[in-house]
């Protein structure tokens, strides 16, 4: 697979490394990650499924709409980037089945193993250390279910690779809306999957306070932003009836994050006040003062 960076230069990414991500990390193999079975007696998995089935339930277009509103006005905190982050060291994802421990550790993560990999590319680090930071809504009031996990289009029929699948969303209204549960639903094929309203999220929400705040990273990188947690696109193949050629390039993008976002879960714990000062200067760089939030 070919992606263009944003020094115009064209990189290659092995798809056998996304697939096989034991051939660069050592851990848990492949069939370890996304373990989204169901198992009562096991309480992360019961977090999980609780997690999942309160955000397919309660996540319509109605709903949608109302937390944008709510949200997009950016009038709810000033914060620097830092001190968002420092705020994930009390949050633990209640919708990962992977990892238990508090959401800076896995900033540092992703960041680290990007700079490991691509040390040349600073703004694609920060991206790493900064993706999960619109989880910061979780201490403003929002229940996880509508802050964490895996995103997908309201108003239309839902992905068949959505995890828990159908029964999970049995209770929502919109799937019994005809104006949303068709193939097309409330969109028109090909638009561009820029163009769906996402279930609302950490993704969603950081894209756009990025935006807001003008930060100065790189298309390439609000992209994987954005969508980074839309699983049942970039990973399970549905929504093909709304994606353009643009599309491809956005996905090209997000599997180059992806890889280092979910397998690097299973990796040491990094020294994190030894890295700020080298990541305080990459803010400063990309994302510097007090953010509207």
């Not at 109605?62 to 830092?82: Q, R, Y």
């Not at 994930?88 to 540092?108: R, Y």
């Not at 959505?162 to 549960?181: M, Q």
Request: hydrophobic residues 35%; aromatic residues 14%; proline residues 5%.
């Amino acid at each position: 697979m070919k992606i263009k960076n944003s020094d115009n230069t064209i990189s290659m990414i092995d798809p056998s490394l996304l697939l096989r991500p034991e051939k660069v990390y050592d851990g848990k193999p492949l069939e370890a990650f996304r373990d989204y079975s169901v198992d009562d007696k096991d309480p992360i998995k019961e977090r999980v499924c609780k997690t999942y089935y309160d955000m397919h339930t309660n996540m319509t277009v109605d709903f949608v709409k109302g937390k944008m509103d709510k949200w997009l006005k950016f009038n709810h905190f000033k914060s620097t980037v830092k001190d968002a982050l420092i705020k994930l060291n009390e949050l633990v994802d209640e919708s990962d089945p992977d990892t238990d421990l508090p959401n800076i550790v896995h900033a540092f993560q992703t960041a680290e193993r990007i700079r490991q990999d691509y040390p040349d590319d600073d703004w694609f680090q920060l991206i790493g250390l900064i993706h999960d930071l619109g989880k910061v809504m979780a201490f403003y009031g929002e229940p996880q279910w509508c802050v964490v996990g895996d995103t997908f289009p309201v108003g239309c029929q839902w992905g068949k690779s959505i995890v828990y699948g159908d029964d999970s969303f049995k209770a929502n209204p919109d799937t019994y809306n005809d104006d949303y549960n068709t193939l097309y639903g409330m969109y028109e094929s090909k638009c561009g999957i820029e163009n769906l309203m996402m279930s609302w999220g950490h993704d969603e929400y950081l894209y756009r306070v990025l935006k807001h705040n003008n930060a100065k990273f790189p298309e390439e990188g609000l992209w994987m932003i954005r969508y980074h947690s839309f699983y049942p696109w970039h990973a399970g193949g549905d929504y093909k009836q709304f994606t353009t050629e643009r599309d491809e390039k956005i996905k090209a993008a997000v599997l180059k994050f992806n890889q280092y976002d979910l397998y690097t879960k299973s990796a040491a714990i990094p020294d994190i006040e030894a890295l700020w000062p080298y990541y305080e200067n990459l803010i400063a760089k990309y994302i510097p003062g007090t953010l509207q939030w």
